[in-house]
């Protein structure tokens, strides 16, 4: 008998797999796997979704125009041009299936988050992971790797899993090599956490012409992952492209009213910022001193560096069994490296205690 066959690059992705979230026999873990916000979800967003409960039975707005237009006013942008989504990887894969397919390449770096070779490679497209300098996005390689093919080129910045940022210079300097028909997806899920003047996660560029996207998420600064909002800024031809092919009902009732309610959260995102960057600084010194390379990073994480798959894998047990999960990264072609998410003071502190002792132990 032969049985329903799907496309044959289907079965060539490999299944993205998330960060864990415990440890077979332990009570308590200090879960550092997924890069979420270190302080939880903010509280006007847990009393919007309890309100939000009594009419889960009625559809939500199909439009999301009131998340639309709370996003509009907290970045100064045009709702009309804002699309909401399932999370940004929902945004991720209906760019793919409709400016990609077969015939069509995408283009992305090395180390780029994965969900752009998955969906890619699921609308069909050849994949072209473009060769990174130091970790970082080469924009001169990514340039020359733009063939008669190409039609959408993802840039994540900052980007997960290397924390590496691009500063706005060198994005502009992208897009004016690219030709025009090439559409430049900017994904900046950790725009929120960069304190840097240089940078622009991706308004300015939007703004500028009629091919660039710029991706953002509730999942991280704003404490809400687990609610799977994203939200995009495009051209208006864009937006109408994924507005013809996005689900009906792609954001829950719950989750455009917990967005709504963390974008008004009073100091929240500040406060978050502020954290990530002193305990971020201070996990990396912890880290270095324990002698463990640390990449530089602009996001809510850090990648250390163990040199070898063997000594990374060690490290990971040691944490393992002090009940910390962390992020192996060797799908990212990192096997290498570890990526641990800056948690909360106490967290970090942790961390550096464990990788203190594991490196006492492995010099005897």
């Excluded at 090599?177 to 991706?202: N, T």
């Excluded at 031809?237 to 792609?250: E, M, S, T």
Aim: charged residues 20%; glycine residues 12%; proline residues 7%.
């Amino acid at each position: 008998m032969t049985a329903p066959a799907p496309r044959p690059e289907v079965l060539n992705i490999a299944p993205y797999v998330g960060g864990e979230s415990d440890i077979p026999g332990r009570n308590r873990t200090i879960k550092l796997s997924s890069n979420e916000g270190a302080f939880g979800v903010p509280p006007g967003a847990q009393a919007a979704v309890v309100a939000a409960a009594a009419e889960l039975h009625r559809y939500p707005d199909g439009g999301a125009a009131a998340l639309r237009r709370a996003i509009g006013a907290r970045f100064g942008l045009d709702p009309e041009r804002i699309v909401c989504g399932n999370g940004s990887d929902e945004l991720i894969s209906h760019l793919c299936l409709a400016y990609g397919g077969h015939g069509r390449d995408i283009v992305m770096s090395a180390h780029g988050f994965l969900m752009y070779q998955i969906a890619g490679t699921y609308a069909g497209s050849r994949v072209v992971k473009v060769p990174e300098r130091n970790l970082t996005a080469d924009i001169d390689a990514l340039l020359a790797a733009v063939s008669p093919a190409t039609r959408v080129m993802f840039l994540a910045n900052p980007n997960n899993p290397t924390g590496s940022l691009l500063p706005e210079a060198e994005v502009a300097r992208l897009r004016a090599g690219l030709p025009p028909e090439v559409l430049l997806v900017l994904d900046a899920a950790y725009a929120e956490y960069v304190d840097r003047p240089d940078y622009d996660p991706g308004v300015k560029l939007v703004d500028a012409g009629d091919n660039t996207v710029m991706l953002r998420t509730f999942s991280k600064v704003f404490g809400l992952g687990g609610a799977r909002v994203g939200w995009g800024y495009a051209p208006p031809a864009v937006i109408d492209v994924l507005n013809r092919v996005r689900g009906p009902f792609n954001v829950s009732a719950g989750g455009q009213a917990a967005a709504i309610a963390a974008l008004a959260e009073p100091g929240w995102v500040e406060h978050g910022r502020a954290h990530n960057v002193e305990y971020r600084r201070v996990l990396t010194r912890g880290l270095e001193a324990a002698g463990i390379k640390v990449w530089p990073s602009e996001g809510n994480f850090v990648l250390a560096d163990f040199a070898t798959p063997e000594r990374a894998r060690a490290a990971d047990a040691f944490l393992r069994s002090r009940g910390i999960i962390v992020r192996p990264v060797g799908g990212y072609g990192l096997p290498h490296c570890l990526r641990i998410t800056v948690g909360t003071a106490e967290e970090v502190g942790q961390v550096i205690d464990a990788m203190t002792g594991f490196a006492a132990e492995a010099h005897g």
